[in-house]
Nanobody, 132 residues
Framework: QVQLVESGGDLVQAGGSLRLSCASS????????IGWFRQAPGKEREGVSC????????YYTDSVKGRFTISRDNAGDTIYLDLTNVEPQDTGVYYC?????????????????????????WGQGTQVTVSS
């Protein structure tokens, strides 16, 4: 059973930085997509950044390009989202999610992840609050 556990959410001032972590386990296939999604108050959930398979291919939503970086540790068990130069509109609950197995690209996963399929897995979320 896939498990995803996020950590690192916090209150941060605009312009500051933060690192989110997602510890993953139980993947039954080497072919998968994993990424970060966020839901701001009163807004729909959106894909922030995703990667697929070995992590060489990544996707970022336009609003975070140049400010956020997705990465993984050498073992591939933990993925990170480094947030820099944060803005108040970055406030929200950040979720780590994965689809196992998955054979497509990270952009499709980030943009079209309804999260309700039998291959979809979600963490519990971690709150990021950016003060102005």
């Amino acid at each position: 059973q896939v498990q995803l556990v996020e950590s690192g959410g916090d209150l941060v001032q605009a312009g500051g930085s933060l690192r989110l972590s997602c510890a993953s386990s139980g993947f039954s296939s080497p072919y998968y997509a994993i990424g970060w999604f966020r839901q701001a108050p009163g807004k729909e959930r959106e894909g922030v950044s995703c990667m697929a398979n070995s992590g060489g291919d990544t996707y970022y939503t336009d609003s975070v390009k140049g400010r956020f970086t997705i990465s993984r540790d050498n073992a591939g068990d933990t993925i990170y989202l480094d947030l820099t130069n944060v803005e108040p509109q970055d406030t929200g609950v950040y979720y780590c999610a994965a689809r196992v197995p998955y054979y497509g690209g990270p952009q499709f996963y980030c943009l079209h992840n309804q999260g309700v399929g039998e291959s979809d897995y979600w963490g519990q979320g971690t709150q990021v609050t950016v003060s102005s």
